[in-house]
């Protein structure tokens, strides 16, 4: 009876261990082993009196974990990103984490703490002036700043 006993004890662990494994593989990794890199991490917004002649003006922080949306973000200006961000979401889920914002001209946002994803490749502002232009900022390497938002385009001062 101990020999059956055992070997049931030993079947019971095993399948603990299996379903433990299978839980650990199918999660991501957590984010206190997550190797960052130089993200921003903290970011403060100044739109100036003037910004986008004194229309609200949509900002994005936009975060690519995925090689082909680094790429495919980077050669978009404001105006094209803005009118495809709705088909990024859905056609690259984990690709990719934005950080919105609609501002007021003269509106100031404090350092906003940012919890990047995990393999970040690409960090992007994007923001919606009505004026033509690109309208885009890569923030590869800082980890902090400040972007200001003047009439007609923006600017990024990095903090580190």
């Not at 593989?25 to 890199?37: F, H, K, S, V």
């Not at 680094?70 to 990103?81: E, G, V």
Request: charged content about 20%; proline content about 6%; aromatic content about 6%.
């Amino acid at each position: 009876m101990a020999a059956s006993e055992s070997r049931g004890r030993r079947a019971l662990c095993m399948a603990v261990l299996l379903m433990a494994a299978a839980q650990l593989a199918a999660c991501a990794t957590p984010r206190a082993l997550c190797a960052r890199g130089s993200v921003p991490r903290a970011i403060a917004i100044n739109s100036e009196p003037g910004t986008n002649h004194g229309r609200p003006i949509a900002v994005d922080l936009v975060f690519a974990t995925d090689p082909s949306v680094s790429r495919a973000l980077s050669a978009l200006t404001a105006r094209d990103y803005f009118g495809q961000r709705e088909q990024l979401r859905v056609r690259f889920p984990k690709g990719l984490m934005m950080v919105s914002w609609e501002l007021q001209a003269g509106q100031y946002v404090p350092n906003t703490g940012l919890e990047p994803p995990c393999g970040v490749l690409g960090t992007l502002i994007f923001a919606d002036y009505a004026s033509a232009g690109d309208h885009r900022i890569s923030l590869h390497g800082a980890r902090a700043g400040t972007l200001v938002l003047g009439a007609d385009d923006m600017s990024w001062f990095r903090m580190d």
